[in-house]
């Protein structure tokens, strides 16, 4: 995918899982942005390493493993937050 598409797969992203988890964090639309691509790089890795799938383009298996990865990256992030 190139770089617009990756951008826009992790907006998407990062709004589905800030939607899944919400709460009181800062950032705005460019960390939301941000943890979307994050997310689906850490859920492609993940996926890759246990067999699960990869994300290889704007299907439904592909935006899923970019939410959990982004949900993953949102739950951390909230942690060392408050720390």
Known sequence: ??????IIF????GFLARWIMPG???G???????LGI???????????RLGFGTVTGFNLGSMLTAVIGALFLLFVYRIISRS
């Open 24 to 26: 009181r964090d800062g």
């Open 10 to 13: 992790g907006l998407i992203a």
């Open 28 to 34: 705005g639309l460019i960390m939301t942005t941000l």
């Open 1 to 6: 995918m190139g770089y617009l598409s990756w």
């Open 38 to 48: 994050a997310g689906a790089f850490v859920g492609g890795w993940v996926g890759v």
